[in-house]
């Protein structure tokens, strides 16, 4: 199994859904904050079609190491992925995440990055984290374009997804990344 097979079953699945799109903005975050996420509520199930971040870092030196996530309901990491290269002071980024979406990833000006197609049940969450946020640092046009479906549609015995099959799916998917990446 590979990313694409997994990602075809997710839009597959989400493709049969009723529901409709809309975009979560998350405003009045406070310098400093280095994790922002959208939780899915208990009457949805929903995959992010798009999600953005613009990230303003200060003048102290260091690296910022951006990611974005998605976590199970009990919170463990199912998927996670750089956002962009290591962003240094004094720099301007605009990060996108979307399905479908070519990697191309920077320190400043835009990144972008391929997200899953994963239908994300309720009390799961998908964000991003930034390692090494100064209280400074400032992050604005933070959007989760999210395509949602009624949990009492997604959870009906004709559309079950079985959580445990998408754990494993993403599990099996992320070791064979880590074996590719490690050469094995």
């Known amino acids: 199994m590979n990313y694409s097979d997994v990602a075809e079953l997710g839009l597959g699945f989400a493709s049969i859904m009723q529901g409709w799109q809309e975009p979560v903005k998350i405003t009045g975050i ?34 910022r190491d951006t990611h974005w996530y998605i976590n199970d309901g009990d919170g463990d990491t199912i998927y996670e992925t750089a956002a962009s290269n290591a962003v240094a002071a004094s720099a301007n980024l605009l990060a996108y995440a979307g399905i479908g979406l070519q990697y ?24 991003f984290h930034i390692v090494g946020m100064d209280a400074g640092d400032a992050l604005s046009a933070v959007v989760f374009v999210m395509r949602r479906i009624p949990s009492d549609i997604a959870s009906g015995d004709r559309y079950h997804a079985n959580v445990d099959y998408w754990r494993a799916a993403w599990q099996k998917l992320a070791a064979s990344q880590m074996q590719s990446t490690i050469g094995g």
């Open 30 to 63: 406070a310098n400093g904050t280095n994790d922002v996420s959208r939780t899915v509520p208990g009457e949805t199930w929903e995959y992010c079609q798009l999600a953005t971040f613009n990230l303003v870092t200060d003048a102290v030196v260091g690296n």
């Open 104 to 127: 191309n990833t920077a320190a400043s000006g835009v990144s972008k990055v391929d997200l899953p197609g994963i239908i994300l049940p309720s009390g799961w969450t998908i964000g």
